[in-house]
């Protein structure tokens, strides 16, 4: 029992290379537990400098004895690792006390350092468990805090015990502020630096959790959408093929609530059709992975049609534009309608779960279910909405009655 307490420490030349210089490296051999393990220390001397039964250099010079002195503090960082572990009250391994030797199950103390080791496990779970689009966000987020730090702080690092209330209030307005970046959105990189720190808060190198003592509340913000009158408006206005393409994209979004990523991603192994020979679309969605089940209006499968390269709607075949340049076309388009709202993709969708869907009595709980949402409570501000407009709508007749 008393071996398994005990470790040893020794020096060893590798002979059996040399460098350039014709010098052999120098390993720290641990022996623990019956096993043993090499780490490389970095250091390199000649063979003839080596004395095995010292594991030390032969005592020549100053040189030598400060080559030596190197060696005992890198015995006593061992030592003391090993001491770290077997007082700590759990059991571990001999690999766990190399990787501990070497330093490599130190976490970061600095807020970058912390951020960068965070956006690499990221990067290997990105397309597996998390989106691109996830990934792209915390990227933006890191370069967003590592920008705040030089014009706020003037520096290129920050320690990460130090987060605290104030700091995270600064970097609220430096977003609001600098960056001219909205309340929301801003909430919104608050909310994901939360995430990314969790880790740390829990782990204890963030000594207390910073968010408790701020809070950043979203402000509620209209959900725009078409009337009725605003679609027949987008339909009859006269364009060219190209703006003609995107209309039709963006109408089909109107009919089936898909996002833009989702519309992108549409095939025809999407499109489903039942035994009353009726269709529907069956998708995950990108951004949540919750499945979304939209059965396909006569409209929608009109839309097809158009691009269609047989006679079968499912073939549709349609390039969609990237998202930046669909809602700049969209907003010339709606320009040229008549339409005061300024049009993009994500209004589409507003307009399916408003006009298209609640306001004609379909049940929230279905219509959370075509728009893949995870909760109601994500629905729940189209059904303000629509409470808005019904009040609107009733202030009309409201003298008739009087």
Sequence with gaps: M??????????????????????????????????????FTGLYCHKDQWNPKAGRLHR?????????????????????????????????????????????????ELLMDYLEQEKENLRKRRGVDITPATYDKYRRSATH????LFTEYKIKNYPLARIDGLFLERYFQYLKGTKKISHNVAVKYLTFFKTVLMPAIR????????????????????????????????????????????????????YT????????????LHIIRDDDENYHIRKCRQKTGQESIIPLLPVA????????????????????????????RLKLIGEKAGIAKPLH??????????????????????????????????????????ATKIKADMSRIKALFS
Excluded at 12 to 24: D, K
Excluded at 78 to 92: C, D, I, P, T, V
Excluded at 207 to 234: A, G, M
Aim: hydrophobic fraction near 40%; proline fraction near 3%; glycine fraction near 4%.
């Design 345 to 386: 993709m994500h209004l589409a969708r507003h307009t399916f779960a408003t006009t298209v869907t609640l306001s004609n009595g379909i049940p929230i709980e279905t219509v959370s279910r075509m728009l893949g949402h995870a909760s109601l409570t994500q629905t729940q501000h189209y059904a303000k909405i629509i």
């Design 2 to 39: 008393l071996e398994l307490l005990t470790v040893r420490f020794s020096f060893l030349c590798r002979t059996t290379r040399t460098n350039a210089e014709g010098n052999s490296a120098l390993v720290l051999r641990v022996t623990w537990n019956r096993e043993r393990r090499d780490i």
């Design 203 to 254: 782990g204890g190198t963030v000594k207390s959790d910073p968010f408790r003592q701020v809070k950043f509340r979203k402000k509620p913000v209209p959900k725009d959408f078409l009337t009725n009158e605003e679609i027949s408006f987008l339909k009859a206005v006269a364009l060219t093929p190209e703006l003609d393409r995107i209309r039709n994209i963006f109408l089909f979004a109107c």
């Design 145 to 148: 805090v590592q920008q705040f």
């Design 257 to 268: 609530g898909l996002a833009y990523c989702d519309i992108k991603q549409l095939s025809r």
């Design 60 to 108: 020549l010079n100053k040189q030598t004895n400060v080559f030596n002195d190197n060696l005992d503090a890198i015995q006593r960082s061992a030592h003391e690792a090993f001491n770290q572990l077997k007082y700590s009250g759990f059991a571990f391994t001999i690999d766990e006390l190399v990787s501990k030797i070497k330093g490599e199950d130190e976490k970061p």
């Design 301 to 328: 499968i009109t839309i097809l049609q158009k691009y269609s390269i047989t006679g079968d709607f499912r073939d549709f075949r349609w390039r969609v534009s990237s998202n930046q340049k669909m809602n700049q």
